[in-house]
């Protein structure tokens, strides 16, 4: 299993991205895929997941309202559209899949993509 992740790059504050991961391979729709993200400095952080049906979802507070998470098991990819972002939103985000029920931690993730780039101005 492989994940690729693009969507990254420079925006203002208040404006808006959306981030893509592919993942290759057949299991796609038996797993659960979330973000995380990676700010110089600091440990890798939770953003959000979503269940393999789609039909659940979990963010962490500072994305609530904000960002939405989503899956197309047709086309093996996740997106997490993120809106009114905010210069604390800069960092690497990160794609990641495992089988089972969503987990907060990174440790229970088994396949993590390459990262892309978020840099929001203020």
């Known amino acids: 299993v492989q994940l690729q992740a693009s969507g990254g790059g420079l925006v203002q504050a208040g404006d808006s991205l959306t981030l893509s991961c592919v993942v290759s391979g057949r299991t796609f729709s038996s797993l659960v895929m979330a973000w995380f993200r990676q700010a110089p400095g600091k440990e890798r952080e939770f953003v959000a997941a979503?269940?393999?049906?789609?039909?659940?979802?979990g963010y962490v507070d500072s994305v609530k309202g904000r960002f939405t998470i989503s899956r197309d098991n047709a086309k093996n990819t996740v997106y997490l559209q993120m809106n009114s972002l905010k210069p604390e939103d800069t960092a690497v985000y990160v794609c990641a899949g495992r089988f089972g029920i969503i987990m907060r931690g990174p440790r229970g993730y088994d396949y993590w993509g390459q990262g892309t780039q978020v840099t929001v101005s203020s």
């Open positions: 979503i269940t393999w049906s789609g039909g659940s979802t």
